[in-house]
């Protein structure tokens, strides 16, 4: 099978080298991808967000499976041109694309099915959202309504960071939330129409600092499975959230194809959606390859296809993940610092690097990015697999990077 990856970041890296050792695959090509891709795949310069260019790479090369990594082309509708010229892509159309794309979509269409999430209200002007204040209590949560690459969210600790956030928005679609108290987990799920098969948990690491401090940002690290996400729980959380979702998205005509991640908060009263993303995380994707057994693009042209599936077997071990991200980040990150010591860290047992943010020049790697690398690593246990995860950042020179050290620190406490 020959096999079109659209993406250039740490997830894609990590759909690459699971994709790579699926015997069904006899080609991978990369778009654009980079140079950690370019390990495993043929980069080829294409705009993901093209469908016309996408379709047109895809009938040139003989593709017979087109993944999409990121949400952007799946928003922009590549899987729906892909599909019209009769190439399989596992990816949902741009209408089931709108429960990553739409805050509000999402919101709303729990509202209809009676989907646990936060109380909340859709607003349009910035005058609207600060007097909607008033119906919330503080701590409240402001999101951007639309795509915002894992941010665009505001946890207001005040009413006045609050009313900061609205301000710094301005006049455009926000949805404001009640604060939900908890400890969040990500859930992964293959989705065809009304099927939904849960695959994977995660925990990811959102704040910028060590203990859960300072700015969202994409995401600071992750490691699966998440303990914290019972079996119990995962399946109230597909019984409540994950499948009434794929029946109404069925239902309304607009069947979701791929992978639903729900990001959820575990409360006092049972699982709640904090929100959808309509393709695999990042960095739970550099977590949760590493676990994935069997032929993992088979299963995806199974998805793609409208063909039988099962969930795919897990390793037992533990996969961590720690991003190593570029001075700045999230705000403007330090960009062109070089990158050395990755082939000493990949000598370490269990050790893979995935490119987040890199380029290359006759010199080696370099940083183009605010996440620049993934440094994942698998162990028997989390401890272990943390140890050698820090081990490994601890021999790569990057001057201008920086990393949280205490990733996947609420279940080592617990574990203690």
Not at 12 to 38: V, Y
Not at 135 to 140: D, Q
Not at 256 to 270: C, H, R
Not at 283 to 309: K, N, Q, Y
Request: proline share 6%; glycine share 12%; net charge negative.
């Amino acid at each position: 099978m020959n096999i079109l990856l659209l993406g250039s970041g740490g997830r894609e890296d990590a759909l690459a080298w699971r994709l790579k050792q699926s015997p069904s695959c006899t080609r991978l090509i990369a778009g654009p991808g980079n140079p950690g891709i370019a390990r495993w795949a043929e980069c080829v310069e294409i705009d993901p967000c093209d469908p016309t260019a996408v379709v047109a790479l895809a009938q040139r090369e003989g593709v017979d499976l087109v993944v999409v990594g990121p949400e952007a082309p799946l928003v922009a509708g590549v899987a729906d041109a892909c599909r019209a010229a009769g190439i399989a892509c596992f990816g949902p159309s741009a209408a089931g694309a709108q429960l990553e794309g739409s805050k509000g979509f999402t919101k709303d269409l729990c509202a209809r099915h009676d989907i646990p999430t936060a109380a909340y209200v859709r607003i349009e002007t910035e005058a609207d959202a600060l007097a909607a204040l008033d119906r919330f209590s503080i701590p409240v949560v402001i999101k951007a309504d639309g795509l915002a690459a894992g941010k665009g969210v505001t946890v207001a600790m005040s009413r006045e960071e609050a009313e900061a956030a609205i301000r710094a928005a301005g006049d455009g679609p926000l949805v404001i939330e009640e604060f939900l108290e908890g400890e969040e987990a990500s859930l992964f799920a293959l989705v065809d129409g009304p099927r939904a098969v849960a695959i994977a948990s995660a925990q990811d690491h959102k704040r910028v600092g060590e203990g859960d401090t300072g700015p969202n940002t994409g995401g600071m690290g992750a490691y699966s499975p998440a303990p914290v996400l019972t079996p119990e729980l995962e399946a109230r959380a597909m019984r409540e959230i994950v499948e009434p979702t794929a029946r109404a998205m069925a239902d309304a005509g607009t069947p979701f194809s791929g992978v639903l991640f729900a990001g959820l908060m575990l409360t006092a009263a049972g699982p709640k959606l904090i929100e959808y993303n309509v393709r695999f995380g990042d960095p739970e994707c550099e977590a949760i390859m590493p676990r994935i057994e069997g032929d993992f693009a088979a299963l995806l042209h199974a998805v793609a296809t409208g063909a039988p599936f099962d969930a795919p077997s897990l390793s037992r071990d533990t996969s961590m993940t720690v991003i190593i991200a570029a001075l700045g980040y999230p705000g403007t990150p330090v960009k062109g610092g070089r990158i050395t010591g990755l082939g000493r860290a990949e000598a370490i047992d269990g050790i893979t690097v995935f490119h987040a943010g890199t380029s290359s020049d006759d010199q080696g790697i370099i940083s183009t990015g605010g996440r620049v690398l993934a440094v994942t690593a698998r162990g028997s246990t989390l401890r272990e697999a943390r140890d050698r995860a820090y081990q490994a950042v601890d021999v790569i020179d990057f001057e201008d990077g920086f990393c949280r050290r205490d990733i996947g620190w609420r279940e080592l406490e617990r574990s203690a």
